[in-house]
């Protein structure tokens, strides 16, 4: 079992920035790949970054919306990780939800309780 909280949401202007946290507690790894999601009021939750573990150093993508306004990162030591967003537009009023993906003979995906980004004109 993984158990995940998110944290660091809250109501922002436009082009503020915010630093999203995810911390995991219970069975915990360095090499599990983890992902943001988002989703908005009337939509399908989405992804909006993602960082697979791979031996040659982590693999990170990003939804388009957010390239080159979003950065994904983490501390596996922390067993922590974490989105710095810049330049918030409305658009990206979501709750935001942390993924982890634990491989195994059957895959496991944890989700946490989501914090809410909340972007005014």
């Known amino acids: ?7 660091g949401g809250g ?3 436009a082009e503020d920035s ?14 599990y ?16 970054a993602s960082i697979r573990f791979s031996f040659r150093g982590d693999i990170i993508s990003y939804a388009d919306s957010v390239k080159g ?3 994904i990162s983490r501390d596996s030591a922390k067993h922590t990780m974490y989105l710095q967003m810049s330049r918030l537009k409305p658009e990206d009023t ?9 491989p ?15 972007v005014s004109a």
């Open 1 to 7: 079992q993984v158990r995940l909280v998110e944290s």
């Open 11 to 13: 109501l922002v202007q």
């Open 18 to 31: 915010l630093r999203l946290t995810c911390v995991a507690s219970g069975r915990r790894a360095s090499n």
């Open 33 to 48: 790949d983890m992902a943001w999601y988002r989703q908005a009021p009337g939509k399908e939750r989405e992804i909006v």
């Open 69 to 71: 306004r979003f950065t």
């Open 94 to 102: 979501a709750i935001y939800y942390c993924n982890v993906v634990v």
């Open 104 to 118: 195994g003979p059957v895959e496991s995906i944890y989700w946490g309780q989501g914090t809410q980004v909340t």
